[in-house]
């Protein structure tokens, strides 16, 4: 089956600062991977995902994840954050080909931007 | 476009009583997911439907909860009888079927039992 392995439950950094946040997954074949975002009292929507092609994606408010498959891990960053990204932030998972909607999540990073 | 709706926010109950939680997905979404997600945890999958029919249901606790999605659109989640292990939050997604991972997720339904 598989995991994911989101070390970090809290991330506290100011405002402008860089942050990664870091995932790990366990599978021994091929895998789609996502970061879904939760902002305060709503729900879950994807940040990003990772299907195919080439191992850096971005997203439209500037995040990046890149897919190390030597590393199983598929890390969050940012080079600048700012006070509205503070959110909680999950990495997850599901099998390629076929599983491509059966995520398994990790347990979440609460990032915190601070002034 | 209106987004997936749940039912009701918030709910407090005290053990053994029933409880239902209600999902409106989002229009032309043929696939239905329940998730459960523990205080600290992330959401963990109960079921999933494609349409009507429940594909994986695997980790639905079947002694106490059921599901239903009648007509393939709206779902509804039962718990009877509920216990305290319960609370948590009952989250909802749905997706157009295509294999691409991307859910689209209501608000959740925030359980607290007594």
């Known amino acids: 089956a598989q995991s994911v392995t989101q070390l970090d439950s809290q991330v506290p950094v100011f405002e402008e600062a860089p942050v990664e946040l870091r995932c790990n997954y366990s599978?021994?074949?091929?895998?789609?991977l996502f970061w879904y975002v939760q902002y305060p009292n709503q729900g879950l929507q994807l940040l990003l995902k990772?299907?195919?092609?080439?191992?850096l994606v971005e997203s439209i408010n500037g995040f990046e994840a890149e897919f190390n498959k030597s590393q199983t891990s598929f890390h969050l960053r940012k080079p600048s954050v700012h006070i509205s990204d503070t959110a909680e932030y999950f990495c997850?998972?599901?099998?390629?080909?076929?599983?491509?909607?059966?995520?398994?999540f990790g347990t979440g990073t609460q990032l915190k931007v601070e002034l | 476009e209106a987004g997936v709706v749940q039912s009701p926010r918030y709910k407090i109950i005290e053990k053994k009583q029933p409880v239902a939680f209600w999902c409106n997905p989002i229009?032309?979404?043929?696939?239905l997911y329940w998730y459960l997600q523990n205080l600290g945890q992330g959401p963990e999958l109960l079921i999933r439907?494609?349409?009507?029919?429940?594909?994986?249901d695997s980790q639905l606790p079947k002694d106490r909860f059921s599901a239903e999605r009648l007509k393939g659109v709206d779902s509804t989640l039962k718990i009877q009888p509920a216990e305290l292990g319960d609370s948590a939050v009952y989250l909802c997604?749905?997706?157009?079927?295509?294999?691409?991972?991307?859910?689209?997720f209501g608000e959740g339904s925030r359980l607290t039992v007594l």
């Open positions: 997604a749905s997706s157009p079927g295509q294999n691409t991972g991307e859910l689209f």
């Open positions: 599978s021994s074949v091929s895998v789609y």
């Open positions: 990772y299907l195919s092609g080439s191992t």
């Open positions: 997850a998972v599901s099998d390629w080909p076929g599983g491509g909607n059966k995520l398994t």
């Open positions: 229009s032309g979404h043929n696939t």
């Open positions: 439907y494609e349409n009507e029919e429940a594909v994986d």
